[in-house]
């Protein structure tokens, strides 16, 4: 059973710093992508950050300079650390994994979108 859990969400000061955690278990393939989402009340969830096997990462224009995607422990955690927070930043914000058969960062994206192993989502609250 593939499970995702994130961690690491609250409240921040604009300007401040949260690191987001997602704990994956259960999952195996040779080729996936890693990545981030955020939704925030009344609208989409939308990409934020990726990251493939082969290291390639991609980030939103929002994130760039702020946000890095990184993993650890042979890809069983998965962070993002956050940056120059903004209260737009506020959402929640959930961990997904899936297997890709070609590394690209907008095939990553999709293929996030279309997993069905996400995790449960974590806040966070940004005030200015």
């Known amino acids: 059973q593939v499970q995702l859990v994130e961690s690491g969400g609250g409240s921040a000061q604009a300007g401040g710093s949260l690191r987001l955690s997602c704990t994956v278990s259960g999952y195996s393939a040779s080729r996936y992508c890693m990545g981030w989402f955020l939704q925030a009340p009344g609208k989409e969830r939308e990409g934020v950050a990726s990251?493939?096997?082969?290291?390639?990462?991609a980030y939103v224009d929002s994130a760039k300079g702020r946000f890095t995607i990184s993993t650890e422990n042979a890809a069983n955690t998965l962070y993002l650390q956050m940056n120059s927070l903004k209260p737009e930043d506020t959402a929640m914000y959930y961990c997904?994994?899936?297997?890709?058969?070609?590394?690209?960062?907008?095939?990553?994206?999709?293929?996030?979108?279309?997993?069905?192993?996400w995790g449960q989502g974590t806040q966070v609250t940004v005030s200015s």
């Open positions: 997904a994994v899936g297997t890709i058969g070609t590394y690209s960062a907008l095939n990553c994206f999709v293929t996030l979108r279309r997993s069905t192993y």
């Open positions: 990251i493939q096997t082969n290291g390639d990462t």
